[in-house]
């Protein structure tokens, strides 16, 4: 029998140690795969990591030697290992006792020091990655860019209006809600440009965090086309806060218990797709479907919408059985709304004609301020995603082929959304003190 190993027949490389993974089974589990390096070495692929072993027979049985865990134990080492022990092997003797194990374990000491000694400046370098720290290091590279006065007006900015909000919290930690309500912040003081300039300055220190690894998301961008901050509020766009919501929904039945018109319903209508006026306005029976079924849907044509794009809306539960209760009303057998002259509402009743009567103004809310209400409450929850959020409002997407993609990736998320909104409006009404998110 050969004394040697014969180096041109081993089989593994570097990269196929470290790119191996292993394989789902028929059931979907995680399946063992093992890698051969030539004269009883393998690498063993696991579900819970890459081990080394050596397989041999001595004295008429089959065995096995363990030789550490890949990476810590590298390639070379492992084959440094493997010769020593065939060696013993040739001669008789068990490498499971002995100089191999003392070997072995030498190598993994050292290189399990060195590994914990690099995981503890990794976790000690994350625990300095709060906002504080990245926004100036991204601070003093602009710095050379700009001139003088707007690197001032920039350092105040953070100094004054943001650090003292999320400086000392991780960078990667940062959500949706923590951005809002900087911004907020700014924004009730009137600050309008201020409140632009801020929102501006954090998506482009959360990109540099991105771009250096050292978060995965930057929630600045959900505020980038949101009309959700306070500073959005104009004559024709003022909204309420969700915590006014239940004082209103509770304020909208009980007119409808005094007398039940096309405007009030129509207006809950509105309120539960966060739908533009004219698509309720305008919204006829035959653009429903599935209305017993499991995923009930309303069609908007695209002649109705502001992009002419048509819009599928997922009907919630609440909708639908607001739907079923229009119905009963017998109105018109073409029109939801037909109004009095039956070709749909005009624009008039759903205001002056419900919220006047609940002795809302102008001043305090219109219907298209209920958009903003909802896509400022879905993106302070953290649960959605932003571009699902969009395409709840039917904001536009500019890329086609974009557009066509996510229209289909969020369909579901979009009928999440809307369901979670009528559960959210329904506990509001009820008067709960906290609103689940």
Same mark, same amino acid.
């Given at each position: 029998?050969s004394?040697?190993?014969d ?12 790119? #191996? ?6 059931k ?5 795969i ?7 070495l ?11 072993f ?7 049985k089959?065995?096995?030697? #363990? ?18 022990a065939?060696l ?11 100089? !191999? ?5 030498k ?10 000694l ?19 290091q ?7 860019t ?6 001032? !007006? ?7 209006d ?17 951005i809002?309500?900087v ?9 309008t ?7 501006? !300055?954090l ?25 959700d901050?306070?500073r959005?509020r104009s004559?024709?766009?003022n909204?309420?806060?969700?915590h006014?919501m ?5 304020n909208?039945?009980?007119?409808q ?25 305008k ?15 309303w ?12 819009h599928?809306v997922p009907? /919630?539960h609440?909708?639908? #059985? ?10 018109n057998?073409?029109?939801l ?22 002795? =809302? /103004?102008?001043?305090q ?6 958009? #903003? ?15 699902? !959020? ?8 500019k ?10 990736? =969020? ?18 009404e ?5 609103v689940?998110?």
């Amino acid at each position: 029998m050969s004394r040697q190993l014969d180096p041109t027949k081993r089989k593994l490389t570097d990269v196929v140690c470290r790119s #191996s993974k292993p394989k789902l089974d028929e059931k979907g589990g995680l399946r063992t795969i093992k890698h051969s390096d030539g004269y009883g070495l393998n690498l063993e692929v696991r579900h819970d990591g890459k081990f080394w072993f050596y397989a041999f027979r001595l004295n008429g049985k089959q065995l096995k030697l #363990s030789l550490g865990s890949y990476p810590t134990v590298r390639l070379s080492d492992a084959r440094e290992m493997h010769e020593k022990a065939w060696l013993m092997v040739q001669k008789g003797e068990d490498p499971r006792e002995g100089t !191999i194990t003392r070997l072995q374990l030498k190598k993994l000491k050292d290189q399990d020091k060195a590994l914990q000694l690099e995981q503890k400046a990794k976790e000690e370098a994350k625990s300095r990655q709060t906002f504080h720290v990245i926004a100036n290091q991204w601070l003093a590279k602009k710095e050379p860019t700009l001139s003088r006065n707007t690197f001032r !007006i920039r350092r105040s900015l953070l100094k004054n209006d943001v650090i003292p909000v999320i400086g000392n919290r991780q960078i990667n930690e940062l959500k949706n809600a923590d951005i809002f309500d900087v911004l907020n912040r700014i924004s009730d003081r009137g600050s309008t440009s201020i409140t632009d300039l801020c929102r501006r !300055i954090l998506q482009e220190v959360f990109n540099y965090a991105r771009l250096h690894e050292l978060c995965e998301n930057n929630p600045a961008e959900a505020v980038k086309h949101a009309p959700d901050l306070k500073r959005h509020r104009s004559q024709h766009r003022n909204f309420l806060e969700f915590h006014e919501m239940g004082n209103f929904m509770r304020n909208l039945k009980d007119s409808q218990s005094k007398a039940v018109t096309q405007s009030n319903l129509a207006l809950e209508f509105l309120i539960l797709t966060v739908v533009r006026s004219k698509n309720v306005r305008k919204a006829r029976w035959e653009h429903f479907r599935d209305l017993d079924g499991q995923k009930p849907t309303w069609m908007i044509p695209a002649e109705f919408m502001k992009e002419s794009r048509e819009h599928l809306v997922p009907l /919630s539960h609440q909708a639908v #059985s607001l739907l079923k209760r229009i119905k009963s009303y017998n109105w018109n057998d073409q029109w939801l709304f037909p109004g009095n002259t039956g070709n749909g509402l005009s624009e008039g009743p759903l205001f002056k004609n419900t919220m006047l009567k609940m002795n =809302y /103004s102008p001043d305090q809310v219109q219907p298209h301020g209920f958009r #903003s209400t909802f896509s400022t409450h879905a993106n302070e929850s953290g649960l959605w995603n932003r571009d699902a !959020i969009e395409w709840v409002l039917a904001h536009s997407e500019k890329n086609e082929v974009r557009a066509a993609y996510n229209r289909a990736q =969020y369909l579901e998320e979009r009928r999440q959304i809307l369901q979670w909104w009528a559960d959210q409006l329904d506990e509001a009404e009820s008067g709960m003190a906290d609103v689940k998110k």
